[in-house]
Structure formats: structure tokens, C-alpha cells
């Protein structure tokens, strides 16, 4: 399972030909994609209109949608924020660090394109995709 966060959904929304949305592309039909709910929430946000919205709604609804943020979710994500600040090691949004904390919960893979995401491959176990 491959989550694609919202960094490499909107470069490929822009046209914008990077490392990471060529891999979307190969990856589509070939590996299981999942889009986070908050996920498509930020990649919403960025959307123009309500009809583009729509369009790119219902795109990215061809995937499995998944929710990030429960009870339960929220304490592990809160408690590893503490961790890595204990060690000197800040995650700027809180949005990545419940993406990021929901993969590593769930075993899941992460397409990314955000410095956030690259500290907690280091130093929480979060696997790149």
C-alpha cells in the first residue's frame, strides 16, 4: 500500500514533471494508491473553482480515501511529535506529521515530496515509496 501525499497529487495537477509524479504515473494500475482524507482536503484547498474540484474530487476518489485522524491516531501522532522533539527534531506541519504517523502506523509506503516527510524516514521509521 502506497500513500501519495498531496505535495506530488498537486505537482501532478500542475503539470509539474518531477522524480516523484513520474513514479505516480508509473505506479497507477500497478500499486495499491491511497489518498488520505486530509489529503484530499489540501489538495482541495488549492482547487480554483467547484467545478475543477469536483473533477479532481472525483479523480482521486477512483482510489481508496482513507481516514488519518481518529482519538487514537491523533495521541500516537502527538506523542511522536514529542519524541522527535525530544531529540531535537521538529516536523513544521501538523498535517505531515499525522500523514506520516498514520503510514508508519498502517505499514504504508509514502510518495512524497516535503522535507517534513524525509526527517521522519530518518528518524521514525517511515518508509519512502
Do not use: N
Request: aromatic share 4%; glycine share 8%; with cysteine.
Amino acid at each position: 500500500m502506497i500513500v501519495v501525499d498531496s505535495s506530488v497529487w498537486i505537482d501532478d495537477l500542475r503539470g509539474t514533471a518531477t522524480a516523484q509524479v513520474q513514479k505516480l504515473h508509473t505506479l497507477v494500475g500497478q500499486e495499491p494508491l491511497v489518498v488520505g482524507d486530509v489529503i484530499l482536503c489540501e489538495v482541495l484547498l488549492g482547487v480554483p473553482s467547484e467545478r475543477e474540484a469536483r473533477s479532481v474530487e472525483s479523480a482521486l476518489r477512483q482510489f481508496d480515501v482513507v481516514p488519518m485522524l481518529g482519538v487514537d491516531q491523533a495521541v500516537r501522532a502527538a506523542a511522536l511529535y514529542r519524541t522527535l522533539r525530544g531529540k531535537g527534531i521538529t516536523i513544521r506541519k501538523t498535517i505531515d506529521l499525522i500523514i506520516g504517523s498514520w503510514c508508519i502506523e498502517h505499514g504504508a509506503k509514502l510518495l512524497h515530496s516535503d522535507s517534513d516527510f524525509t526527517l521522519l524516514e530518518r528518524h521514525a521509521g517511515l518508509v519512502p515509496a
